[in-house]
């Protein structure tokens, strides 16, 4: 299997066809991401537009990437993160309104329907508290928590210095546990809270 490095070069020296592989192992993960970031603004039914003109500007400007500047996964989520802020942008500007369209995680199929239902509602208040928090915060909450990137790797994508990251992902947490003590007030509950990967 070739490197992000070898297929970007292959790219570069004609192989276009090889941009699929790159996008296949970041789809979902950019997708993912754009998700998030619009869930705040109940734009989610844009995350696959967003996310395929994530793609498309990275493919445009493979020529300018640099591995001595950053690693490709950096740059990808850079220019998604910014796609996304130029369409939050833009869909503020001309005011509009989008039906909410609440995305509810599949929950395992052995699973009892009351389980089922218990098991959505609480990540559903993870999500709704992450969404609330100011854009920084909530980027390097879900680049850190869903994507696992290392304090470095968000500081790259950010603009951030790795100080500032971890200031913002101190502040993050705080304001999600917060706003979810209220509902998780039994030692069972804030357990399970504790393993939706907010430590």
């Known amino acids: 299997m070739l490197t992000d490095s070898q ?42 537009d967003v996310c395929s003109e994530t ?12 591995e001595v500047d950053a690693s490709f996964s950096t740059w990808l989520y850079t220019i998604a993160r910014n796609t996304v ?38 990540v559903l208040m993870v999500r709704e508290a992450i969404n609330s928090l100011p854009e920084k915060q909530r980027s390097a909450l879900i680049l850190r928590e869903y994507d696992g990137m290392d304090y470095q790797e968000i500081a790259n994508i950010l603009g951030q210095t790795v ?9 993050a947490r705080a304001s999600v546990k ?14 399970e809270y504790e393993e939706m990967k907010l430590r």
């Not at 990275?58 to 990437?65: D, I």
């Open 7 to 48: 297929l970007i070069r292959e790219i570069k020296d004609g192989n276009v066809e090889l941009y699929s592989t790159l996008m296949s192992r970041y789809q979902k993960k950019i997708l993912s991401f754009v998700f998030h970031m619009l869930k705040s603004a109940k734009l989610e039914i844009m995350a696959e």
């Open 178 to 191: 917060t706003q979810l003590e209220s509902y998780f007030t039994e030692p069972s509950m804030m357990k």
């Open 163 to 171: 100080s500032s990251v971890k200031s913002l992902l101190f502040r």
């Open 55 to 66: 793609f498309y500007k990275a493919y445009r400007s493979l020529s300018s990437f640099r």
């Open 85 to 122: 802020l130029s369409e939050l942008r833009k869909q503020k500007t001309s005011h509009l309104s989008l039906d909410d369209s609440t995305y509810i995680p599949a929950a395992p199929m052995e699973a009892a329907p009351e389980q089922r239902l218990l098991r959505n509602e609480k």
